[in-house]
């Protein structure tokens, strides 16, 4: 088994999904911050709104995680490593980016329209969850490349 096969998947599986997980984080804050500065009475609504935010996108990094200390001491063949730290790394990317502009765009949607938080809550858990389904078959592929 090559160490260094075992080494780049896993770089890539936690390096891409942390990367850009980390990225599209810290652009849902700044939208919340903006937003709060903007409109200070909705500061308490914006900061539950951006934290299930947060906590959402960073599934995505968790199952980097666990493909990075799956892939260490894996008996795979070396290509599969590689490619098992890829797809979740780009899955977990890709996730972090699509659920950041959903996010966002829900953070101004309770700007525009307070009253209807509840009903924007509910839909905002719903699509981020179905945009994760992306990072899952991520993880999925990645654990079958890895055995």
């Known amino acids: 088994m090559d160490i260094s096969a075992m080494s780049m998947g896993a770089a890539l599986a936690v390096g891409l999904s942390g990367l850009g997980v980390a990225m599209w984080e810290a652009a849902l804050a700044r939208s919340s911050l903006e937003i709060m500065g903007k409109s200070p009475r909705l500061s308490g609504t914006m900061m539950i709104f951006t934290v299930l935010g ?42 972090g980016l699509w659920e950041w502009m959903l996010l966002a765009k829900a953070l101004e949607a309770v700007n525009r329209n ?6 924007i809550l509910q839909f905002m858990v719903l699509f981020a969850a179905l945009v994760e389904t992306s990072a899952i078959y991520g993880l999925t592929v990645a654990m079958k490349l890895i055995g």
């Open 54 to 95: 947060v906590a959402l996108v960073e599934t995505a990094v968790i199952y980097g995680l666990v493909v990075a200390f799956s892939i260490i001491g894996s008996t795979a063949w070396d290509a599969n490593l590689i490619a098992a730290g890829l797809v979740i790394g780009l899955t977990g990317f890709g996730a």
């Open 114 to 119: 307070p009253d209807n938080k509840n009903q």
